[in-house]
């Protein structure tokens, strides 16, 4: 059996969330929420990763709660995590202990009604027995800018290791589709949402000859894999980090 006081000894690493809503879009009826991850690694080096969460008909409290528990979700060692935000939906629930009361009561509330978004508090539960959080006032001045400027980067490459969507990463010629660094059982998905892919041609990704294109070439899978790991490493976590996530190492 897990034990949660030992496991929350080892959290060494502070990380901040950043929660910020937008307006609900009037035509569209979308609300959404970016999540700003912040933390210096144990050898002092800044990482930041980006979460955007979108939700049609949805609440400023179920997105900003859908938005934690996105940020939390990418953290994979135990973590002392200090959530700033507006919201005090979620602070209330947590701080006064409501949430607590509801998994004890078997999810549901004095009256025998099921709370709101009780999925999500379900895995807010769970990140809150492994992950030490704290809840801080949203400050915006400033986040903001930042919040934008890694979304709009976001919404150019999606890649954290090259700026040029319009170029193939491979020969230079102009891009045609993606190809993800990481693929295959399932890690294709992380792969996106951790940035690691880069554009390429057709000729260069599926349809060009074995020795000179990516798939269905095994020496060009395995080097693809292995520089996605090494980006990894670089940019967003050690190599526990990566074999906790993608599952071993190509390294």
């Excluded at 973590?79 to 979620?90: A, L, M, R």
């Excluded at 491979?170 to 792969?191: I, S, V, W, Y």
Aim: glycine share 8%.
């Amino acid at each position: 059996m897990l034990d949660i006081k030992a496991v929350k000894k080892v959290a060494v690493l502070e990380v901040s969330i950043y929660i910020h809503i937008s307006n609900k879009d009037k035509t569209s009826n979308m609300v959404k929420a970016d999540a700003l991850l912040e933390f210096i690694d144990n050898k002092g080096k800044p990482h930041t990763r980006m979460a955007e969460t979108t939700e049609e008909g949805g609440t400023k409290n179920s997105i900003a709660l859908k938005a934690a528990v996105q940020a939390l979700k990418m953290l994979v060692k135990p973590c002392t995590v200090t959530i700033y935000t507006d919201n005090t939906y979620i602070k209330s629930c947590v701080v006064n202990g409501w949430m607590q009361k509801w998994q004890q009561d078997g999810w549901v509330k004095r009256g025998g009604s099921v709370p709101a978004n009780i999925n999500l508090w379900k895995d807010f539960y769970i990140s809150s027995q492994i992950h030490e959080i704290k809840f801080m006032p949203y400050i915006k001045q400033g986040r903001n800018l930042k919040l934008k400027t890694r979304r709009d980067r976001m919404a150019g490459t999606k890649s954290i290791i090259t700026n040029y969507k319009d170029i193939c990463f491979f020969c230079g010629k102009p891009a045609e589709c993606e190809h993800h660094l990481l693929f295959g059982n399932g890690t294709r998905k992380l792969a996106e949402e951790d940035g690691l892919k880069v554009p390429a041609c057709n000729q260069c990704h599926t349809l060009g000859t074995v020795t000179g294109r990516i798939h269905d070439n095994p020496m060009a899978e395995k080097l693809s894999k292995m520089l996605g790991q090494a980006v990894f490493e670089l940019e967003v976590g050690d190599r526990q980090d990566f074999m906790a996530r993608y599952g071993k190492s190509y390294l």
